[in-house]
T-cell receptor, first 112, second 116 residues
Framework: TQLLEQSPQFLSIQEGENLTVYCNSSSVFSSLQWYRQEPGEGPVLLVT???GGEVKKLKRLTFQFGDARKDSSLHITAAQPGDTGLYLC????????????WGLGTSLAVNP | DTEVTQTPKHLVMGMTNKKSLKCEQH?????MYWYKQKAKKPPELMFVYSYEKLSINESVPSRFSPECPNSSLLNLHLHALQPEDSALYLC???????????????FGPGTRLTVL
């Protein structure tokens, strides 16, 4: 059974700090997606990583896909209150790529 | 247009009511999804449509009935729901189901459903 484990589960930091959240699995994924979700809203796709070792940047957010395609990280530089939200990673089920396997999320609070 | 829209935003219904949730996308996507999400949990897949045909039904109770009238629209018909069905219902779409970035899912804002 493929699982995605996210850590930490909760993170509360001050504006301007840096942080990293992790999405780990013992299984290989063909790709991984990162979403941010605000309360009462749908998840917003941030990035898809496909190639092992790939690094993608989205302004202050840096996403990395592990060389073995079993893990990914999201690093935020100089966090802003607007970065507050639930960060979810998801990847296609190897047995049925029509389904996504989801991590449980990292709930981030950035305090002014 | 990269938006998925959902109506209504909020819905309160009794256990004997019949209501429908609506979802629309104009990105030319050929796969559409319904998810249910409880607080502080990831979305749970309910149904997947591919090219307007039901591709996946995740053993969802028959009180939830999906419908895909055309490639841009997805409905979820609700009847005789239970209070435990209260949740955020999310619609999503993707280019298709062929894999890689074509499976990237774009979500609507959701319908907050409360069953009394």
């Amino acid at each position: 059974t493929q699982l995605l484990e996210q850590s930490p589960q909760f993170l509360s930091i001050q504006e301007g700090e840096n942080l990293t959240v992790y999405c780990n699995s013992s299984s290989v994924f063909s790709s991984l997606q990162w979403y941010r979700q605000e309360p009462g809203e749908g998840p917003v796709l941030l990035v898809t990583v496909v190639t092992g070792g790939e690094v993608k940047k989205l302004k202050r957010l840096t996403f990395q896909f592990g060389d073995a395609r079993k893990d990914s990280s999201l690093h935020i530089t100089a966090a802003q209150p607007g970065d507050t939200g639930l960060y979810l990673c998801a990847g296609p089920n190897a047995g049925n790529n029509r389904k996504l396997i989801w991590g449980l999320g990292t709930s981030l609070a950035v305090n002014p | 247009d990269t938006e998925v829209t959902q109506t209504p935003k909020h819905l309160v219904m009794g256990m004997t009511n019949k209501k429908s949730l609506k979802c629309e996308q104009h990105m030319g996507h050929r796969a559409m999804y319904w998810y249910k999400q409880k607080a502080k949990k990831p979305p749970e897949l309910m149904f997947v449509y591919s090219y307007e045909k039901l591709s996946i039904n995740e053993s969802v109770p028959s009180r939830f009935s999906p419908e895909c009238p055309n490639s841009s629209l997805l409905n979820l018909h609700l009847h005789a729901l239970q209070p435990e069905d209260s949740a955020l219902y999310l619609c999503a779409s993707s280019q298709d189901l062929s894999g890689g970035e074509n499976n990237e899912q774009f979500f609507g804002p959701g319908t907050r459903l409360t069953v009394l």
